[in-house]
């Protein structure tokens, strides 16, 4: 069996957690290190992870005190780790512990470094900037493999500054679907003295979206409607509880369950809010997130902004809403007209795609598993190749 050592940035991320089902799925073991935010969740088999220490969202330079610790200390945290076959660093930070780790037990482990998002401070022109993409030049020149999740992180991000000589396999940000699911049950376009409601979950950060929305609601006067569901980054707005209970056409319905309450969520709405602009024109219109696959899993029309990824990838399938600029108007001439009859006709698109669109399955888990153990087999690099793991 594949052994694997995964370092995670944040033991409570539920998208960390996804991936080691998804491995453990595909015949690999994984043992779990990474530092802890607040109360990281138990391991589905019952078995503790290794924390690391313990890091704050937002706060960069104790994240970086904290890693420049944990490379002290890993050895003595490894100690009854028997020795990996494979070892992934999952974001930069967690690359640099890998590369220490892998020093740890004999320098010959194969490393891969897992992006799914690329942090603005990697995209700043100054020294700060320059620094953080020698960093990762440095910690990546000896993976075996990169995982990333958009073909536009690779060419706007990894190919334009020179990130990375590995070879690059794609892996979106797919539903994780393992076992039988609740079936899908879209919404059909509301009765007349109903509001259409447009759905936004997953981690909620971008301020922006937010006053959009309200503001849109408020002109539609009621015609529209939309329910917020998952993690606020608190952080990130002024006063996101007063903000939305101060919303007549907005509800915060709280955190859920994912894979379990996806079906019950994107069922209970009719459009999906796939539109970020917490990292505007960079990791946010670069980046597919999972929402977009969710949403488009369960029947829920997405919406999206026009110059990103996400609508390059809707247009290519024809399905969708996009808007051209982030404005009131833009939203009004773009959703108006809706009646039930439009609207059928673009729900029925995204459910004629073939589920493997959205989904991936045990055949993704062994093909990624596959992927990994070449690399423990063969233990070299190779030239930049695209791969989609469908």
């Not at 979206?209 to 329910?227: I, K, P, W």
Request: hydrophobic fraction near 45%; proline fraction near 5%; include cysteine.
């Amino acid at each position: 069996m594949l052994r694997i050592l995964y370092l995670v940035h944040n033991l409570a991320d539920p998208a960390a957690h996804r991936r080691v089902t998804m491995l453990e799925a595909g015949g690999a073991s994984v043992t779990m290190a990474g530092f802890r935010r607040g109360a990281a969740p138990q391991r589905g088999d019952g078995e503790p992870t290794i924390e690391l220490g313990r890091t704050e969202d937002g706060r960069f330079t104790q994240r970086l005190a904290s890693v420049a610790s944990a490379a002290v200390s890993l050895a003595g945290k490894l100690r009854h780790v028997s020795r990996p076959d494979v070892i992934i660093g999952r974001n930069l930070e967690m690359l640099a512990l890998a590369n220490r780790a892998r020093a740890i037990f004999g320098g010959a482990v194969p490393l891969v470094y897992e992006c799914l998002d690329i942090h603005r401070l990697l995209l700043d022109a100054g020294p700060v900037g320059k620094a953080m993409r020698a960093a990762e030049r440095r910690f990546g020149r000896d993976a075996a493999l990169l995982i990333t999740s958009s073909p536009a992180f690779v060419h706007a991000y990894f190919s334009r500054f020179g990130q990375s000589a590995a070879p690059i396999m794609l892996l979106p940000n797919k539903v994780l679907e393992l076992d039988a699911l609740p079936a899908s049950n879209p919404q059909a376009g509301p009765d007349a003295d109903e509001p259409w409601r447009i759905g936004w979950f997953g981690a909620l950060r971008c301020a922006k979206s937010l006053d959009l929305l309200a503001a849109f609601t408020r002109q539609a006067e009621g015609r529209f409607e939309v329910v917020l569901r998952g993690r606020p980054a608190y952080r990130e707005f002024a006063d996101f509880n007063g903000f939305v209970a101060a919303e007549p056409h907005i509800h915060f319905a709280g955190p859920y369950r994912n894979p379990d309450d996806l079906a019950a969520i994107y069922g209970a709405v009719h459009f999906c809010w796939a539109i970020d602009f917490f990292e505007e024109g960079l990791n946010s219109a670069w980046l597919l997130p999972n929402r977009l696959y969710e949403g488009c899993r369960y029947g829920a029309v997405p919406i999206a902004m026009q110059g990103t990824e996400t609508a390059r990838f809707l247009s290519e399938r024809r399905i969708g809403v996009l808007l051209e600029d982030a404005s009131v108007d833009a939203l009004v001439t773009a959703l108006s007209a809706m009646n039930r009859d439009n609207f059928e006709a673009l729900r029925r698109r995204v459910v004629g795609h073939d589920k493997a669109e959205w989904v991936a399955g045990i055949g993704d888990c062994r093909a990624l598993v596959e992927r990994l153990q070449a690399l423990a087999g063969s233990r070299t690099g190779g030239d930049i190749l695209l791969e989609a793991a469908a």
